[in-house]
């Protein structure tokens, strides 16, 4: 257990989502550093935003939310996501070609994942050819004791199997949700059993870790010689935007600060239900 603030970080998108009510900051790596750091991670965002309004004012968000960052400014636009609620339940409208599709590689973002004790990416932020290098980069330099989360966030047509099958040989901790293992298990040809198909993800890709999630459900952790399931508490849902990216911050936060598998998500059940009662993914704990 560490006596000093884990430090944890997120790289990938960072954007505007429109949702009904109105335009909130998120975008899963910073929602997830978010998450960390309202639990008391020093957290750090890694992304990238354009040279203008929508730009400055989501650094002023990132500010204000007391999220640390490295976020330079690009040619392209600010990203922004069209929401749409039904039942709380979000669907999204991804644009393309915007600021985060081009988070360069500095000598800035090598310094801070050299302090990293945890990192986490997706394949969203890789369908581009240079966030998808950085990104790369990135992992490959943080410690080789750090958690290497891969919070596989399928979106639209950004995913392939190669560049999913190549994220998890990078990863130790795989962040899945019960849609998305369907996808997998076709990709892979995995068959229906969900507990066969996470085992052979977690043997075949040496993962530490397996999280999955079954939205009001349950959840299970999955490692070597522990299963863990919890379900879903019954509560209020105002919107799930954000839930799933609040348990695996809180989750990987509870273990970097010494808690057991089941505690640690315990502790992760308990934030991804308060979020889904909140609006939006940065709510006020």
């Given at each position: 257990?560490?006596?000093?603030?884990?430090?944890?970080?997120?790289?990938?998108?960072?954007?505007?989502?429109?949702?009904?009510?109105?335009?909130?900051?998120?975008?899963?790596?910073?929602?997830?550093?978010?998450?960390?750091?309202?639990?008391?991670?020093?957290?750090?965002?890694?992304?990238?935003?354009?040279?203008?309004?929508?730009?400055?004012?989501?650094?002023?968000?990132?500010?204000?939310?007391?999220?640390?960052?490295?976020?330079?400014?690009?040619?392209?636009?600010?990203?922004?996501?069209?929401?749409?609620?039904?039942?709380?339940?979000?669907?999204?409208?991804?644009?393309?070609?915007?600021?985060?599709?081009?988070?360069?590689?500095?000598?800035?973002?090598?310094?801070?994942?050299?302090?990293?004790?945890?990192i986490c990416f997706g394949t969203l932020a890789q369908r581009s050819k240079t966030?998808?290098?950085?990104?790369?980069?990135?992992?490959?330099?943080?410690?080789?004791?750090?958690?290497?989360?891969?919070?596989?966030?399928?979106?639209?047509?950004?995913?392939?199997?190669?560049?999913?099958?190549?994220?998890?040989?990078?990863?130790?901790?795989?962040?899945?949700?019960?849609?998305?293992?369907?996808?997998?298990?076709?990709?892979?040809?995995?068959?229906?059993?969900?507990?066969?198909?996470?085992?052979?993800?977690?043997?075949?890709?040496?993962?530490?870790?397996?999280?999955?999630?079954?939205?009001?459900?349950?959840?299970?952790?999955?490692?070597?010689?522990?299963?863990?399931?919890?379900?879903?508490?019954?509560?209020?849902?105002?919107?799930?935007?954000?839930?799933?990216?609040?348990?695996?911050?809180?989750?990987?936060?509870?273990?970097?600060?010494?808690?057991?598998?089941?505690?640690?998500?315990?502790?992760?059940?308990?934030?991804?239900?308060?979020?889904?009662?909140?609006?939006?993914?940065?709510?006020?704990?």
């Open positions: 257990m560490k006596t000093q603030k884990p430090v944890v970080i997120g790289i990938g998108e960072l954007l505007w989502d429109m949702l009904p009510g109105g335009r909130r900051a998120g975008g899963a790596p910073v929602n997830f550093v978010y998450h960390a750091s309202c639990l008391g991670a020093e957290g750090h965002a890694i992304s990238a935003v354009g040279n203008d309004d929508d730009g400055e004012e989501i650094i002023r968000e990132l500010g204000r939310n007391g999220i640390n960052y490295w976020v330079p400014k690009v040619d392209f636009p600010t990203g922004y996501v069209p929401v749409t609620l039904r039942d709380g339940i979000p669907s999204y409208v991804i644009t393309e070609n915007v600021a985060w599709d081009y988070i360069p590689l500095t000598e800035e973002a090598v310094s801070l994942v050299k302090r990293a004790d945890a966030s998808r290098e950085t990104i790369n980069a990135l992992i490959g330099l943080t410690p080789a004791e750090a958690l290497r989360v891969f919070d596989i966030n399928i979106r639209q047509h950004y995913y392939s199997k190669e560049l999913i099958e190549a994220s998890l040989r990078k990863a130790s901790v795989f962040k899945i949700n019960d849609e998305e293992l369907v996808l997998l298990c076709d990709l892979f040809c995995l068959g229906s059993d969900n507990e066969k198909a996470c085992r052979f993800l977690l043997d075949t890709f040496r993962l530490s870790h397996l999280i999955l999630t079954a939205g009001s459900e349950y959840s299970t952790v999955y490692t070597s010689d522990i299963v863990s399931t919890i379900p879903t508490p019954r509560v209020k849902v105002l919107d799930t935007v954000g839930a799933g990216d609040s348990f695996t911050g809180a989750f990987i936060y509870s273990l970097l600060t010494g808690m057991n598998v089941k505690e640690a998500h315990e502790q992760a059940v308990k934030t991804a239900a308060f979020v889904c009662t909140q609006a939006g993914a940065w709510v006020t704990y």
